[in-house]
């Protein structure tokens, strides 16, 4: 009994100290989580809430308690209402992303494979979408499509996106350095301002940034220019070199926030339509 004493007195000591670290990790994973699904507005709408409240119960604003009391459970069906399609994007999510495994990210010679089929595809003017999945599980994307598990390689990128094959519409998923699926669906922006003559595919891969956290790879047919786009923006025409080069950053990193050379950050007030589409890595949407 003597060792259980020493292992209760221990974990007495240390039980603390492990509250405080377990709880601190699930806070952060939530912020991480809501930040990623776009979710924050949410966040910050309840936390007016409470902070009026919390000012009326402060002061003993008696009448603003009173009505607050009254709307509370009002309000919350309202929220579920109105923001039905955000919640369900984050239940979906929570059942989706495996946030205690670590992520495989492809390597750079698998990007270089990948950067070297969109240029032979820009060359040829063929359409490609490639999905680089990265925190958040897009398994319900590639249920839309056909899986592959295939290694990265430029000829197989190159051969899928062939003119009139069963796989060129769609959009192709790498995951965890591998080809998960092809001919994907991905849903459509939502925004309003988006330049009329981006078509179909731009407006799928800012669409599919727009509700995740993936990094989008475009190839237009008409123009033959390649872009990227995350983090609810497209970045319109970039270099072999810069797309190599945003490309590690951004899966090796998982950042939300990154200026691109010509291109505007996140925090940028320039509008759609201000910028020139001869201008290379410039932005053309946002939130």
């Not at 009326?56 to 509370?72: D, G, P, S």
């Not at 009139?164 to 669906?185: E, K, V, Y």
């Not at 033959?224 to 786009?229: D, N, P, Q, R």
Request: hydrophobic fraction near 45%.
């Amino acid at each position: 009994m003597e060792w259980f004493q020493r292992f209760s007195y221990i974990y007495d000591l240390v039980r603390p100290v492990l509250d405080v670290a377990i709880l601190a990790f699930l806070l952060y994973k939530a912020y991480d989580f809501l930040v990623k699904t776009q979710a924050m507005q949410l966040v910050k709408g309840a936390g007016l809430l409470a902070l009026v409240y919390g000012v009326a119960y402060l002061f003993r604003l008696n009448t603003l308690q009173w009505i607050l009391q009254i709307l509370a459970p009002g309000l919350l069906i309202v929220i579920a209402i109105v923001f039905q399609p955000e919640l369900r994007k984050i239940f979906m999510r929570l059942g989706q992303g495996d946030i205690f495994r670590p992520d495989t990210k492809p390597r750079i010679g698998q990007l270089e494979a990948v950067v070297t089929a969109a240029e032979i595809l820009s060359q040829e003017r063929r359409g490609a979408l490639v999905v680089f999945s990265r925190k958040i599980n897009v398994r319900n994307i590639i249920d839309t499509g056909t899986r592959m598990n295939a290694d990265i390689s430029s000829p197989l990128i190159v051969a899928v996106f062939e003119f009139d094959g069963p796989l060129h519409d769609g959009a192709m998923i790498i995951q965890n350095g591998r080809i998960a699926a092809a001919g994907c669906f991905l849903p459509l922006s939502e925004q309003q301002g988006i330049r009329k003559s981006f078509g179909t595919r731009h407006r799928a891969a800012l669409g599919m940034s727009e509700q995740s956290d993936a990094v989008v790879l475009v190839v237009s047919e008409e123009t033959g220019a390649i872009s990227l786009a995350f983090d609810s923006k497209i970045y319109y025409d970039l270099s072999s070199l810069e797309l190599t080069r945003r490309l590690k950053d951004l899966l090796d990193r998982g950042a939300r926030r990154e200026v691109l050379p010509g291109g505007l950050g996140g925090d940028s007030d320039l509008g759609v339509g201000d910028v020139s589409p001869k201008e290379k890595g410039d932005v053309f949407a946002k939130p």
